[in-house]
């Protein structure tokens, strides 16, 4: 058997296999993938394409979910402020193979669970907190250089205001704007849907 036919018949199965929730979210995944995220070249979006994928989904199609904010790791001890979603328990992330810095370092694209490789070179572990090794790490190279000090009192904060902005509905609804607004895409909700076809 081709490869071409074994990883369609592991879609399949995969497919047949899903609720009805599951299903919407599979399908929307698609669409944003296709419609928004590879046509407009979006990078470095997880917190945006988490928010919206969460507001979607319920909003539209009365499926729950949940935006979580935590950390991806590719073996080493650095740690990497990101976020995905979390359906029926099953992990969705549209964006590791996308990231807005070292875009040769790419993870592959996740839904619910099924892993697709796309041009992905890295494997990501995921994380709630930063582990004890991690944080060794940052306190020792921060202390050895003031870039990286800098760029971790960054993404510290970014992490904290981004905690804030998943709490709830309007706070996510105000964060979506705003990158539609501060990106210059204007991909505000309701064009984000007609670009979907919703």
């Known amino acids: 058997m081709g490869e071409a036919k074994r990883k369609a018949d592991g879609l399949k199965g995969f497919l047949s296999n899903l609720t009805a929730g599951a299903k919407t979210t599979h399908d929307l995944t698609q669409r944003l993938l296709n419609g928004l995220i590879k046509p407009k070249g979006m ?22 979910s949940t935006v979580v904010l935590g950390w991806i790791n590719n073996g080493d001890d650095i740690f990497i402020s990101h976020a995905w979603l979390e359906t029926e328990g099953k992990k969705t992330d549209l964006m590791a193979e996308r990231p807005m810095y070292e875009k040769s370092n790419r993870g592959p694209t996740i839904i619910l669970d099924h892993v697709i ?60 704007d705003e990158c539609a607004h501060g990106s210059g895409d204007g991909y505000i909700y309701a064009r984000v849907l007609s670009a979907i076809g919703n």
């Open 43 to 64: 990078y470095g979006a997880c917190y945006r394409v988490s928010m919206l994928l969460n507001r979607i989904l319920a909003k539209e199609y009365g499926v729950a």
């Open 117 to 176: 490789k796309g041009s992905s070179n890295i494997t990501y572990s995921y994380h709630l907190d930063k582990t004890p090794a991690a944080l060794a790490v940052d306190t020792r190279m921060a202390a050895d250089d003031p870039d990286y000090r800098d760029m971790l009192r960054v993404k510290d904060a970014e992490h904290i205001r981004i905690a804030a902005a998943i709490e709830s509905d309007s706070a996510k609804d105000a964060f979506r």
